[in-house]
């Protein structure tokens, strides 16, 4: 009798290993893209307001830097984003080395426990 391999698929989860998502938009994307979307608005309506003759424009201009801000941080940060995002992380330097203690008060205790010290000839 020949044993033959189980030659049936087994079925798989397809969302094992799936990044998470809300729509087409990925789940890591939506905490920045809003933090963009507030500070365009802030930075449009509050400090530069005054300088739009309607509101259309100032509306314009805010989607207009809401959707720059959003794509540049999708192109650094999609997909891979630890190739870019890594690059920001500080690298411990390591050295070797032996520093002298000096003393706050300037007070030389070597000097101090030298002349205290007695040195005993062996017998």
């Known amino acids: 009798m020949s ?4 030659k049936e698929f087994r079925p798989v989860n397809q969302i094992l290993g799936a ?13 920045p ?9 802030f930075i449009i309506n509050g400090i530069f307001g005054g300088f739009f003759k309607d509101e ?13 801000g959003m794509a ?17 992380i500080g690298v411990p330097t390591w050295t070797r080395g032996f520093a002298r203690y000096q003393s706050l008060l300037e007070i ?3 000097a101090k426990n030298r002349k205290t010290k007695h ?3 062996r017998k």
């Open 56 to 68: 259309f424009q100032k509306w314009l201009w805010t989607l207009l830097i809401i959707g720059w």
């Open 33 to 41: 893209w809003t933090v963009i979307a507030l500070v365009s608005y």
């Open 108 to 110: 030389n205790h070597e």
């Open 119 to 121: 040195r005993r000839r």
């Open 3 to 6: 044993q033959e391999p189980d």
């Open 19 to 31: 990044q998470p998502s809300l729509g087409p938009i990925p789940a890591d994307q939506v905490l």
């Open 72 to 88: 540049t941080w999708w192109i650094l940060t999609g997909g891979r984003s630890w190739r870019f995002l890594s690059k920001f």
